[in-house]
């Protein structure tokens, strides 16, 4: 069945080179199931091979996207009479699994912070501080701020892993947040009047992309983080070699929900959560956080007890 993929490549037009390597990626990945005869492959076999990518917990979308390009290959080859039938035509990929939020103490991201590159260490920490989403948080500038209030602006983002700007997600994620004062002070500290720079690049002043930052400077910390100490990077100091083991799962959009979760903890209304994080709705933010307010439930429990004691 590679045939047919690679026959799919050789027709793409006008892609990026950065795309068409992906699906060249996709296509000498395929295992046992690129082997497979193009006509042979049946509806059952699609259904292993989709399963067998998610239990090596590959994210749904990451899935989906070679599914997408495996049937567009099936759809060249059954218009130019290649197979007669296309399997995938029945094929419907199951819906995404939830994934759990992990979220960190103040402490335990005080020692995560340690096991980051220091060039990216104000990075994560304006991540866990404003909860914004790394689009939304590389996409900002200097003149977003206001550094005299404390707050930012966010009127933009960077979508698909950083390759175009955007609108925010949604209508609601054009919005201003408040930020600690601290933060704003080390960001002012480094603004020097450069309003229509982006505030946070890599190491040579490009833009930063998620794909390199997660594999080269995320990744790497979160294992460090976890207890994986045998080879240390060369800014990890010696002291650094004896913080507490964590052996929680951390991804960076897991840093927003850290965020909300020390918001909600320290009594800020769901209404004010929920514009901080830009989402579409209050149902959204007590859907995705409601857990974190069962102390509340517990507080008016309490309250009311006390009246009815009075009655």
């Not at 104000?122 to 689009?135: C, D, E, S």
């Not at 209030?149 to 966010?154: E, M």
């Not at 995320?218 to 990890?236: E, S, Y």
């Not at 507490?244 to 850290?258: E, G, S």
Request: a positive charge; proline letters at 3%; hydrophobic letters at 40%.
């Amino acid at each position: 069945m590679i045939d047919l993929c690679e026959h799919a490549l050789a027709e793409l037009l006008n892609v990026t080179r950065h795309y068409k390597d992906s699906l060249e990626k996709i296509t000498v990945n395929l295992g046992w199931f690129g082997e497979m005869k193009a006509d042979e492959v049946m509806h059952s076999d699609i259904t292993h091979w989709v399963q067998e990518e998610l239990d090596r917990g590959l994210q749904i979308k990451t899935v989906w996207h070679k599914v997408r390009f495996v049937k567009s290959a099936y759809h060249l080859a059954f218009d130019s009479g290649y197979v007669e039938i296309n399997p995938f035509n029945t094929f419907k990929l199951p819906k995404g699994r939830h994934t759990e939020m992990t979220t960190l103490s103040s402490e335990e991201f005080s020692n995560f912070l340690n096991f980051i590159h220091p060039h990216y260490r104000l990075f994560v920490k304006a991540l866990v501080l404003t909860g914004l989403r790394f689009g939304e948080i590389t996409a900002l500038q200097y003149a977003d701020f206001d550094f005299e209030h404390n707050t930012v602006r966010i009127s933009k983002a960077w979508g698909d892993h950083n390759r175009y700007m955007r609108d925010p997600k949604t209508a609601s994620g054009v919005r201003t947040i408040a930020l600690p004062r601290k933060l704003t002070k080390e960001l002012q500290a480094i603004s020097q009047n450069k309003d229509d720079e982006y505030v946070f690049t890599n190491q040579r002043g490009k833009r930063l992309k998620y794909p390199t930052f997660e594999s080269r400077y995320w990744i790497p910390a979160t294992k460090l983080f976890n207890g994986n100490r045998c080879v240390l990077p060369k800014w990890i100091r010696e002291e650094d070699k004896a913080l507490p083991v964590c052996k929680k799962h951390l991804r960076i959009h897991d840093l927003r929900h850290t965020c909300a979760t020390w918001m909600l903890s320290e009594n800020i209304p769901i209404h004010v959560v929920s514009h901080h994080l830009g989402h579409a709705s209050i149902e959204m933010t007590v859907k995705r956080y409601g857990h974190i307010m069962n102390k509340d439930f517990l507080l008016v429990t309490k309250v009311l007890s006390q009246l009815q004691e009075t009655l």
